[in-house]
């Protein structure tokens, strides 16, 4: 790579510039999304999407640790492993074994720690290649899934219904995700997680650094047991029942999103924040695509989808070396923040010619913009306040997000001002684009600041 | 040290050829053919036993004397460690199903255990004295201890009819393995396969749908068929280590594009319906002739590649060019090869193969859909992998593949012969694979290869 010759600081964001190609397609299907169905950053659609998209975000996450580990070992069998915990813990609540969420988590847990166990001991010691054993795995696993069940069926408990109900953005799906998404920031940084990336990069050179690499291997696959047993956690809260079909696709697509976040299959190199977004890219392909009704042809033309997409996103990361002395110099988050700016312009525009003529049907007068156009986020509770207090509520909203802006801003500034990688002009110019956001945001408020609010964009 | 390998083959040839009489024996004395069989294989067992004990035994101490060893029960406990485990373990097994089950306890089932064991032994025994091809030896002795297991404990399992329609299944198998092997020699994975079966089956109906001569229309396809091989290939050249996902994703794209064409116009997504030529029926079918004899087609097809691939792998400039690329990238470039060229160039026959057998598959099921390749997902993997290819490039080949098909094709005969529905085949074949790998293609530990 040509980045060897630069000075350390730099090769931070070289390593990580394969995140720009999760993020611009990211941002792409979101402005698409939010064109085609603007009910997508509803309360509901954000909560729905949460819901849908969470077993796959942690399923990609158990894929991860796994890939990271290297010698080309994708999982296979994260599919039916989470079908298998998912029809296991169903026909256990309908026998009346366990049924608290904490028997639930504890069960679940354990059957992801004891398969990952035994599949990390059989590839350390009997030393089979790791993807004829995740490929075993995937067989007796899909098999045996069929035997506890024979088909899609049985219920979750009384608890658990609400969470995959997805109608308010705040569900303890989405503290699962967070909470998971969280633990492998902090895993990453931990000595565990270098010696994992030093493995999977160079196996040799670790052992010979005095890696146990035993270990650390069977570690990657026990973090990945945790992550499936929660990705089943979250699928049994979204599909409310059992089901023990499921494996294959759900293979399928976890490696897709893995694929997509930049994780390299070759081991060594792979992040939260590149699967995160591969996971919602997924869910977005599918989502943009559900808008168009291609009636009979729908699943197929979302095969497609998903194979172009993959096979592109694959050779995209195979340019980027080539690219990377021009990307050296860019940050993925400044990168990510640009087009979030973008995108925020979009969404607003979107929302805002949505919800503006359904304000004036109400008969209620000119709805205040701004509540309107802030009410796309948090439409049940926030736009009520802000019609009780609209003359106060909205300065000091103004007031924080600048703050908060400028604090950010000021931060990466003078963090990267220290390194060549980018001028703190920049900065300048990403803060400056960020006031002008917020000041469009809010000048809409300050025409129609008297007349009372609806709650009309709730419906 | 030198005559000793030539010695053990002789052995073996000799206790093959004592079988194969005392087979006949049992034939010709009107024995049913299970229990001529198992006596024979009995006897197989017996002799190279006796050979390896007598005639190989004491050269092998002569030659190793000087190393100098243990106690000789020691050294017998160090050897056969496994085997003597797995036979306990067996026994055990048995005699637990024995006291809980009623009726378990049988003379058949007896035998069955008793040929487990004497077979763990006899590949635990034998597989020390043979170095090269020793992946082979082990799946050719599982397929010899299913096969005597099957016709055992399942009627009708050694009857022609069965064994017809076995091979047919395998012939589809092992043509979807080809393109498999082949790859998998250059060190990398085709999982599209599956997705060219399925899109060259429904394609080829829906193209003959429109008019076109069936011959032409097979034609095209096998073209289109190496068409996505090629460009299977020319994008994962540069991804090798991720040909797996890459061969992945254009898979999707084929199956997906392929019902968005076939299905415009059609008010049954998914589906094609027409008429299948019947020479086409008639290759694939399990009634199909033969120029007169009672054999399918495929069979004959399936042997001919077979003996095509074996022998051009051997004896040809492009299959040693292979082996040299899979072996050491580096030195196959020093020999100018040109690692690109053999690179597509398996990938298109990969999609070439795959393609003529969703075009037989058609004319084996009449009707065309999309999801007849699937089961070939995996299988072709496990195939290959069964018989003995490296999936790191440069060592086996179709022949080893063939085993491994065979292996797979007799296995679920057996299994749905005792009755096991689709889920505990599946689930048996997952556990099956890993001890087979296991047996014969660990990878070194680390500290070796520093």
């Not at chain 1, 035994?118 to 010691?125: A, D, N, S, T």
């Not at chain 1, 699967?275 to 989502?287: D, F």
């Not at chain 2, 058949?108 to 763990?120: K, T």
């Not at chain 2, 990398?188 to 011959?215: E, Q, R, T």
Request: hydrophobic share 55%.
């Amino acid at each position: 790579m040509s980045g060897t010759a630069a000075a350390p600081r730099t090769t931070g964001s070289a390593t990580s510039a394969y995140l720009l190609v999760p993020i611009l397609l990211f941002f792409a299907l979101l402005i698409v999304a939010v064109l085609r169905s603007p009910h997508l950053i509803t309360s509901a659609g954000i909560g729905s999407a949460v819901i849908v998209a969470t077993p796959l975000v942690l399923a990609t996450f158990a894929l991860m640790a796994i890939a990271i580990a290297g010698r080309g070992s994708v999982d296979l069998s994260v599919g039916p492993l989470i079908g298998f915990i998912n029809v296991v813990l169903v026909q256990l609540f309908g026998a009346d074994v366990i049924s608290a969420p904490l028997e639930f988590f504890a069960t679940a847990i354990g059957l992801g720690l004891a398969y990952q166990l035994v599949m990390g001991l059989i590839i350390v010691f009997i030393r089979v290649q790791p993807i004829i054993v995740s490929l075993s795995g995937y067989l007796a696993l899909s098999g045996i899934n069929l035997v506890i069940m024979q088909r899609p069926g049985g219920t979750a408990p009384e608890w658990m219904l609400p969470w995959g109900a997805g109608t308010s953005i705040l569900s303890p799906v989405l503290a699962m995700l967070v909470v998971a998404t969280g633990a492998w920031l902090l895993f990453a940084r931990t000595a565990f997680f270098g010696h994992l990336r030093l493995m999977g990069s160079d196996e040799r050179a670790a052992y010979t650094a005095g890696v146990h690499i035993g270990i650390v291997r069977i570690g990657a696959h026990l973090i990945a047991g945790v992550y499936a047993a929660l990705a089943a956690i979250a699928y049994t809260a979204l599909i409310s029942s059992g089901d023990p079909t499921q494996g294959t696709t759900y293979t399928l697509i976890s490696v897709t999103a893995l694929v997509l976040g930049g994780t390299s299959l070759a081991g060594g190199r792979g992040g939260a924040i590149g699967s995160l977004l591969g996971a919602l890219n997924i869910y977005l392909i599918t989502y943009v695509l559900a808008t168009f009704s291609f009636g009979e042809v729908q699943s197929f033309v979302t095969d497609l989808a998903y194979g172009t997409i993959l096979v592109c996103s694959l050779l995209l990361t195979v340019a980027l070396p080539r690219l990377q002395s021009t990307l050296k110099h860019v940050s993925p988050l400044l990168f990510f923040i640009l087009l979030f700016i973008v995108a925020f312009g979009v969404i607003l525009h979107a929302t805002y010619d949505y919800s503006a003529p359904a304000g004036t049907e109400a008969g209620a007068g000119a709805a205040p913009a701004a509540a309107v156009a802030g009410a796309f986020l948090f439409e049940d509770a926030p736009a009520r306040t802000a019609a009780a207090m609209p003359m106060l509520a909205h300065p000091v909203a103004l007031a924080t997000v600048l703050l908060v802006a400028l604090l950010a801003v000021l931060r990466w500034a003078i963090a990267q001002a220290r390194t060549r990688s980018l001028s703190p002009l920049v900065y300048l110019v990403v803060g400056a684009v960020a006031v002008l956001a917020v000041y469009m945001l809010a000048r809409p408020a300050q025409t129609a600041a008297p007349a009372p609010a609806t709650t009309q964009g709730a419906t | 040290m030198r005559a000793l390998p030539l010695l053990r083959w002789i052995g073996l040839g000799v206790a093959l050829l004592i079988a194969a009489i005392s087979f006949g024996l049992g034939l010709w004395q009107n024995l049913p053919a299970q229990q001529a069989m198992f006596y024979a294989a009995a006897t197989f067992a017996a002799v190279a036993w006796g050979w390896h004990h007598y005639a190989v035994r004491p050269g092998e101490h002569a030659a190793s004397s000087g190393a100098g060893s243990g106690g000789k029960s020691g050294e017998f406990w160090r050897r056969y460690r496994a085997a003597i485990i797995a036979g306990v373990l067996i026994i055990a097994v048995f005699l637990i199903a024995s006291a809980a089950i009623d009726g378990f306890f049988t003379w058949l089932n007896i035998i069955a255990c008793l040929v487990l064991v004497a077979l763990i032994f006899l590949s635990a025994g034998l597989s020390g004295l043979i170095v090269a091809n020793r992946s082979a030896f082990i799946g050719l002795i599982v397929l010899g201890g299913l096969f005597i297991l099957g016709a055992l404990k399942v009627d009708g399992f050694a009857s022609g009819a069965n064994l017809k329609s076995m091979l047919v299944f395998a012939s589809f198998l092992g043509l979807a393995c080809v393109g498999q092997t082949l790859v998998a020699l250059l060190g990398g994975l085709d999982l599209s396969i599956p997705f060219v079966i399925g899109s060259a089956n429904v394609g080829l109906l829906y193209i003959m749908g429109l008019g076109v001569p069936s011959v032409i229309a097979i034609i095209l396809i096998l073209l289109l068929g190496a068409l996505v091989g090629l460009i299977n290939g020319i994008l994962s050249f540069r991804l090798q280590g991720q040909a797996l996902i890459l061969t992945l994703g254009v898979g999707f794209a084929i199956s997906g594009g392929t019902q968005i064409l076939t299905s415009i116009g059609s008010k049954f997504a998914g589906n094609v319906f027409g008429q299948v030529p019947d020479w086409l029926k008639n290759l694939a079918a399990m009634n199909g002739q033969t120029f007169g004899l009672d054999v399918p087609p495929v069979i004959l097809i399936w042997i001919a590649v077979a003996i095509l691939m074996v022998l051009g792998m051997k004896n040809t400039v492009y299959g040693r060019y292979l082996y040299a690329l899979g072996g050491n990238r580096t030195s196959a470039a020093r020999m100018s090869i040109s690692e690109r060229r053999y690179w597509i160039g398996v990938y298109v026959i990969s999609g070439a193969v795959s393609a003529l057998t969703g075009a037989l598959l058609l004319g084996w099921s009449g009707g065309g859909f999309i999801g007849v390749g699937q089961p070939y997902l995996f299988m072709t993997l496990a195939a290959v992998v069964i018989g003995g290819t490296s999936l790191l490039g440069g060592n086996g080949g179709y022949g080893f593949t063939v085993i491994g098909v065979l292996v797979l094709q007799v296995l679920t005969s057996f299994l749905v012969g005792i009755g096991l529905t689709y889920e505990w085949q599946q689930f048996i074949f997952g556990l099956l694979i890993l001890p087979m790998v296991a047996l014969y293609a660990r990878s070194p530990h680390v500290r070796t290869q520093i």
